[in-house]
């Protein structure tokens, strides 16, 4: 029997003519980020693998549960309560140990974002929850890169390129599909409302196949297209999607900009958000923010940490006019009264304002000097 070369890895792809040596070239040199390793990125991930994408990244800081085992197809129930990023890196090792596999055992963030994706050509968007689609987008709008986006729910699911460069039409992201975040509860993940066990195979296996299309520069990519997927009745419909010009004063000018961005807030029913105490000594250096503690007068203990108005909560609703600042954070001694207040005040105000809650109040203030 003869030595396998590396040329029979890929042989059905190289005998493709549209694609040929040059193509699997292209694949090799290729960079790909894949963001989550669950449903929609572990087929993802096993034929990015297999193609011969030359470096791919995962990024996943979630562990192996029984419940994942139904879709999320690179673990078995050996894995359970490992790292899934680690988990699937050895995994893609072991089908192709002819790539670089460059793991991010970490929760993608606004802190390190911008680091991670910046190494790599094409992002593969397959998380579950709107902030974090959010974030990944406006990182590849700022480092201008290629962003693949999957979503599943039910027995449906959808797929887009986003953020194409193009000689003809403005770039489409993310925020073009939905300008204004889905209230909580409006559009329900996985969790929620469950999902047929295959779905993320087929909508992920797509993600994979859009992938190796625009590396290769093959067949027609959904570029500014929503591809919608219906597994009951097999039905596809497609859409063409058009650049918002008001979306683009939406996403963060620069890092600094978008390090400092709230995507939780963002997404959050309300303008309230709990800040721990932590994320309020960060937040004391920004010039128009306004403390105001919703205590009723000569309540203790004193603050002198930082200035603040009073403003009891038996009181908040005809002196809200004292109430001017960008950014609001309210305070009282255990954190419930100045919730109630974040909830009052988000009511009037939507999302004009950016609205906080000190978690645990005064008392975990005070605990955490």
Request: with cysteine; hydrophobic share 40%.
């Amino acid at each position: 029997m003869s030595n396998p070369t590396k040329n029979d890895r890929y042989q059905r792809q190289i005998s493709l003519k549209e694609l040929g040596e040059i193509g699997q070239q292209k694949l090799k040199n290729a960079k790909v980020l894949v963001i989550g390793a669950g449903g929609l990125g572990c087929p993802a991930l096993l034929y990015l693998a297999g193609a011969g994408v030359g470096r791919i990244g995962i990024v996943d800081f979630d562990i192996v549960s029984l419940s994942n085992l139904h879709r999320q197809v690179l673990f078995s129930v050996n894995d359970i309560g490992l790292s899934k990023a680690l988990r699937a890196g050895d995994v893609l090792e072991q089908i192709n140990p002819e790539i670089e596999i460059i793991v991010f055992n970490e929760k993608l963030s606004n802190s390190n974002a911008l680091e991670i994706i910046k190494g790599f050509d094409i992002i593969l968007d397959g998380t579950d929850n709107f902030a974090s689609r959010y974030m990944i987008n406006d990182a590849c709008v700022i480092l201008k890169k290629i962003l693949v986006y999957g979503a599943i729910s039910r027995f449906e699911g959808q797929l887009a390129v986003f953020n194409h460069p193009s000689e003809t039409n403005t770039a489409v992201n993310y925020r073009d599909l939905f300008p204004v975040a889905p209230a909580d509860g409006e559009v329900l993940n996985c969790e929620e409302a469950g999902v047929i066990g295959v779905l993320p195979g087929i909508i992920g296996t797509m993600m994979a196949n859009e992938t190796i299309k625009l590396i290769t520069n093959i067949g027609n990519a959904l570029i500014n297209r929503l591809l919608t997927y219906n597994s009951l009745n097999n039905h596809f419909f497609e859409m063409e999607l058009v650049a918002i010009p008001e979306t683009s004063k939406m996403i963060p000018e620069g890092a600094k900009a978008f390090k400092a961005f709230n995507y939780d807030w963002f997404c959050s029913t309300s303008s309230a958000f709990e800040l721990r105490p932590e994320e309020v000594q960060r937040m004391m250096q920004e010039k128009n923010i306004q403390f105001v503690d919703v205590r009723e007068a000569g309540e203790a203990p004193q603050v002198n940490d930082f200035e603040h108005i009073n403003i009891p909560l038996s009181r908040l609703q005809e002196q809200i006019p004292e109430i001017h600042a960008e950014t609001i954070v309210l305070f009282c001694q255990s954190g419930k009264r100045s919730a109630g207040a974040a909830e009052i005040l988000s009511k009037h105000f939507g999302k004009s304002r950016k609205i906080y809650s000190l978690k645990d109040g005064i008392a975990g203030w005070q605990k955490s000097k």
